[in-house]
């Protein structure tokens, strides 16, 4: 039987899960949090999608195996080809997955340009691509896979001249666009997004799903009874396929 005051296990590719954790902390503050980064694994963005349901499915085992009685997917790579497998292996489990912003970018805007950064495997998902032309008629999207983000951010450089480099590159052919929005795809990208800012050399409002992930969890917990009635605040406790990661786990988690 699920405990109320059981841990909320979080999950991602690597690190990039740690900008959804500080959001899940910062909503529930007295709920425990178990949280497991694959960086031994990473990237998934840029692997067949076989073997990323076989990543998250090996990953969400763990951390039901350890008494989480919800899990948080943590990666717009893993939701978008894995979370319809997971709900149907458990669905007596809160399962909540994470998408690109791209519904507030569009709407709180008029007519906005919007650029989507994320991983090659997000953006050729069905899932996205159906979102996408949901909206075509409201926005100007553009889409941009930025997998060199993840590797900066997995190896701890979240402003560092490496990293300066690759978004130069990458957003050079965007500085002419009029954007107004930039929806971070991936959840590595919230930790460079000062980084981001600079190199675009724009104005655009930056969007992720952070936020809405936590609190649709947040919704998602209290509809099944399954919050906690602990006092706090809650425990966090980092897990990573790479133990040696977790250094880097927690140096993000308190940025």
């Known amino acids: 039987m699920v405990q109320r005051?059981?841990?909320?296990?979080?999950?991602?590719?690597?690190?990039?899960?740690?900008?959804?954790?500080?959001?899940?902390?910062?909503?529930?503050?007295?709920?425990?949090?178990?949280?497991?980064?694959?960086?031994?694994?990473?990237?998934?963005?840029?692997?067949?999608?076989?073997?990323?349901?076989?990543?998250?499915?090996?990953?969400?085992?763990?951390?039901?195996?350890?008494?989480?009685?919800?899990?948080v997917v943590a990666c717009n790579t893993a939701t978008s080809v894995a979370i319809d497998d997971l709900r149907r292996a458990y669905p007596d489990v809160p399962i909540v997955g994470i998408e690109p912003a791209l519904k507030p970018a569009v709407l709180e805007n008029d007519h906005p340009g919007v650029l989507v950064m994320a991983t090659e495997m997000t953006l050729r998902e069905e899932k996205f691509?159906?979102?996408?032309?949901?909206?075509?008629?409201?926005?100007?999207?553009?889409?941009?896979?930025?997998?060199?983000?993840?590797?900066?951010?997995?190896?701890?450089?979240?402003?560092?001249?490496?990293?300066?480099?690759?978004?130069?590159?990458i957003l050079e052919p965007f500085r002419a666009v009029q954007l107004d929005a930039v929806v971070l795809g991936c959840t590595h990208f919230p930790f460079v997004r000062e980084a981001i800012v600079r190199c675009l050399k724009q104005p655009a409002r930056l969007y992720d799903g952070g936020p809405g992930t936590a609190r649709e969890t947040r919704r998602r917990l209290?509809?099944?009874?399954?919050?906690?009635?602990?006092?706090?605040?809650?425990?966090?406790?980092?897990?990573?396929?790479?133990?040696?990661?977790?250094?880097?786990?927690?140096?993000?988690l308190e940025l």
């Open 129 to 169: 691509r159906r979102q996408m032309a949901f909206y075509s008629d409201r926005a100007t999207i553009y889409r941009l896979p930025a997998p060199g983000i993840v590797e900066c951010v997995e190896r701890g450089d979240v402003d560092g001249p490496g990293l300066t480099g690759y978004l130069t590159s």
């Open 5 to 71: 005051n059981a841990p909320i296990g979080v999950f991602d590719s690597g690190h990039g899960g740690i900008s959804v954790l500080r959001e899940l902390v910062r909503q529930m503050p007295r709920e425990d949090f178990l949280y497991f980064g694959d960086s031994a694994n990473a990237p998934y963005g840029t692997r067949r999608a076989d073997e990323v349901r076989a990543l998250t499915a090996a990953a969400a085992a763990r951390l039901f195996e350890q008494g989480c009685k919800a899990l």
């Open 222 to 252: 209290e509809a099944a009874g399954l919050e906690t009635d602990a006092p706090g605040p809650g425990r966090v406790v980092l897990t990573n396929s790479r133990p040696e990661a977790v250094a880097i786990s927690r140096m993000l």
